[in-house]
């Protein structure tokens, strides 16, 4: 520990800032690896498997309670986003579409352009701590005594030196981890754009009975079908 504290101490205050970005782009690679690996992970074969086996069964109540349930999950939050239009018309479904993915695409790609500046930011203020420590070192040539030249001279190579080096160390991690995560960010989307429009081909293929209190909620038991009463069209649209 004392190694390291003497260590930074040698870096000078360009060294301490360079710590401070990199303990930020740590915060920011451990919340965005949770959150695209874990928070939205989700297995999108299986649940688009189950709402396609929902809607073509004509059960949107159903698959509209399933989004529900994981609406944390940025695919079933677009996908509910559609299933909520299914009983529109074709131009109705395709905006629908197109509002969802404007809502979920800024939950995949939230702050993480930020590591890629922190990467880029600690490079630059490594190369400044080694202009730094460069003038500093000029300056003992030129006007410190001899008895005090070799030491301001040692001083200002080793702040060139550390600052470099942690500039480095910094920025080589945070890249690497960025383009794991840009990697991943942009996998989840392919998974999102794709399902959405094949939920969408689905609902355009098909006829979707209206959404209504009473297919949603129902306040009578199902098949239940009081004399005399006509059961709605399935070609009735919502006004």
């Avoid at 060139?160 to 080096?165: K, V």
């Amino acid at each position: 520990m004392m190694a390291f504290i003497n260590f930074m101490n040698s870096s000078g205050l360009v060294g301490w800032i360079i710590l401070l970005t990199g303990v930020a782009g740590l915060v920011l690679i451990a919340e965005r690896g949770k959150t695209l690996y874990f928070d939205y992970g989700i297995n999108v074969n299986e649940f688009m498997n189950r709402i396609q086996t929902l809607v073509l069964g004509k059960k949107l109540d159903e698959a509209l309670v399933l989004c529900s349930q994981m609406d944390k999950k940025p695919l079933a939050k677009a996908f509910k986003t559609i299933l909520e239009k299914a009983d529109r018309d074709d131009e109705t479904i395709f905006q629908s579409h197109d509002i969802a993915m404007a809502e979920i695409m800024p939950l995949y790609t939230r702050r993480l352009h930020y590591l890629s500046m922190l990467a880029n930011v600690a490079t630059l203020l490594g190369l400044l701590g080694t202009i730094h420590g460069l003038i500093l070192s000029f300056e003992a040539v030129a006007q410190a005594d001899p008895a005090a030249k070799q030491h301001l001279l040692a001083t200002g190579i080793s702040v060139s030196m550390y600052t470099t080096a942690l500039g480095l160390a910094v920025a080589i991690p945070a890249m690497v981890f960025f383009s794991f995560l840009t990697a991943r960010q942009n996998q989840l989307i392919e998974q999102a754009t794709e399902k959405c429009s094949k939920l969408t081909e689905i609902l355009t293929s098909s006829h979707m009975p209206q959404l209504t209190r009473s297919t949603v909620f129902p306040d009578t038991p199902v098949g239940h079908n009081p004399a005399g009463a006509t059961p709605p069209s399935p070609k009735s649209k919502a006004s």
